[in-house]
């Protein structure tokens, strides 16, 4: 049974920056892909951000490249979304999400495992 846990949300400003970490146990450590899905209220959820982690491709929605960074450190079982610049559109519930497979889907449909979500606030 996978489990993911997010920690990391918070209010800030905008143009400050705010590093979101998730914690992954159980997970198979091959062939697995993990990604943070956001959802703003009243908006479908978007892929923000995942990586593959066999071969460590990355993927960004357009609205975050440049700004947005994820990355794993496998010594303590933990994904992170380093997110700077930010801005009051970035403001959601920020969830961690995965699924074994080949790739990572775009859709965020297609994740199977959740965490309980961590809400990132950004004011003007």
Known sequence: QVQLVESG???VQAGRS?????VVSGRAWSSYCLGWIRQAPGKEREAVATLHITDG???YADSVKGRFTISQDNTK???YLQMNSLKPEDTAMYYCAGLTGPYCPTSPR???HWGQGTQVTVSS
């Open 9 to 11: 949300g918070g209010s």
């Open 18 to 22: 705010l590093r979101l970490s998730c």
């Open 57 to 59: 491709t990355t993927t």
């Open 77 to 79: 079982n933990t994904l």
């Open 110 to 112: 297609l994740f199977l």
